[in-house]
Nanobody, 122 residues
Framework: QVQLVESGGGSVQPGGSVRLSCTAA???????MAWFRQTPGKEREAVAV????????YYSDSVNGRFAISQDRPQRTLYLQMNNLRSEDTATYYC?????????????????WGQGTQVTVS
């Protein structure tokens, strides 16, 4: 059963913006949610994390100040607003969820994953 579904990827020019969405299945516990990205031959990298109970945000250095993570709790949807995009932001972006609270952050090994959505900046 697919529990996290991403959407919103596509192609954009450098300097442009894209917003990704991730909708969680009804009943999925998601105290901590995140956006990761991965390019071929590289490890998956956490870029933004949200502690859903209090909206505390965490960002990697590579996207801090350009990306913003947020949620619409009634719609069970997580967003990633990506601004001032660069060619190095090109990747497959994944949504992740976990029930962890105190360890919620960029290094948490998330339990649930979406299928990914491609973002290409060129």
């Amino acid at each position: 059963q697919v529990q996290l579904v991403e959407s919103g990827g596509g192609s954009v020019q450098p300097g442009g913006s894209v917003r990704l969405s991730c909708t969680a299945a009804p009943g999925l516990r998601r105290t901590c949610m995140a956006w990761f990205r991965q390019t071929p031959g590289k490890e998956r990298e956490a870029v933004a994390v949200l502690r859903t109970v209090d909206d505390k945000e965490y960002y990697s250095d590579s996207v801090n100040g350009r990306f913003a993570i947020s949620q619409d709790r009634p719609q069970r949807t997580l967003y990633l607003q990506m601004n001032n995009l660069r060619s190095e932001d090109t990747a497959t972006y994944y949504c992740a969820a976990d029930v962890e609270l105190t360890r919620c952050g960029l290094t948490l090994p998330f339990a649930k994953w979406g299928q990914g959505t491609q973002v290409t900046v060129s």
